[in-house]
């Protein structure tokens, strides 16, 4: 990207011990075909992430908190930095295959869409999913159609597009995992279209370093619910 262009997307990339595959993830957004800015918030990194993250420093815009602070409090820490056309988030780990960001935003930049998610479920279930998170998926998607009378197949995927100026609108509050319901509440109640492309997903377990889990569920709920009702 040439400097004093404007990058076609920014990659918000929250990242909390992931020394086994934040270099990998880096390398694979870096080489999309794309103007990428990518945004490494280390949310407290107590494994060599921060020390991988040094030698990226001169591609990559790093944010460093000491303390833990949620990974809606990293994206909302990152979102003033944000300068691409469209901005989606990229966990650190490799559940989700950045290869798959082009298609993602490229409605965004058609401008096709304003919001864009990729969804696990254009084909069912995914293979290696834990039987909790599926039922919690479905739970969440239902929700959505009771609350908004939207059809949503994923709901909390990480990969989530949005036109930057529009997510930047929302005046999120989101802290932890809250930052998937909000944004979705949102963009219904701005009026917005969810446009929804299949991607692909390989699960990672609790072993592996998977952060969130089913008993985040309550706080997902009740997000969806409150924001119905809440002005913004």
């Not at 966990?91 to 401008?111: F, N, S, T, W």
């Not at 096709?112 to 293979?127: C, D, H, I, K, M």
């Not at 909390?156 to 979705?184: G, H």
């Amino acid at each position: 990207m040439s400097q004093g262009e404007q990058p076609e997307v920014t990659v918000l990339v929250p990242a909390l011990n992931e020394q086994d595959t934040i270099a990998e993830v880096l390398d694979r957004v870096l080489a999309l075909p794309l103007r990428v800015q990518i945004i490494v918030i280390d949310d407290g990194s107590t494994d060599r992430t921060p020390v991988i993250l040094d030698g990226y420093r001169d591609r990559v815009l790093v944010l460093t908190n000491r303390m833990r602070g949620g990974k809606g409090n990293a994206i909302r820490q990152a979102l003033p930095h944000a300068k691409g056309v469209a901005t989606i988030v990229q966990d650190a780990d490799l559940e989700y295959m950045p290869e798959e960001i082009p298609a993602l935003v490229r409605p965004i930049l058609d401008g096709e869409a304003n919001v864009v998610y990729g969804t696990r479920f254009a084909s069912g279930l995914p293979q290696g999913m834990a039987l909790p998170n599926k039922v919690v998926n479905r739970m969440l998607a239902w929700s959505v159609g009771a609350l908004y009378l939207r059809r949503v197949t994923d709901e909390a995927t990480c990969y989530k597009a949005f036109r930057t100026d529009l997510l930047t609108r929302m005046n999120l509050e989101c802290r932890r995992f809250e930052f998937c319901p909000e944004v979705t509440a949102k963009s219904i109640r701005l009026g917005e279209r969810i446009v929804e492309i299949p991607i692909s997903y390989v699960p990672r377990n609790k072993a592996a370093g998977k952060k969130i889990r089913w008993t985040d569920a309550p706080d997902a709920f009740w997000t969806l619910f409150k924001h119905r009702f809440k002005r913004f």
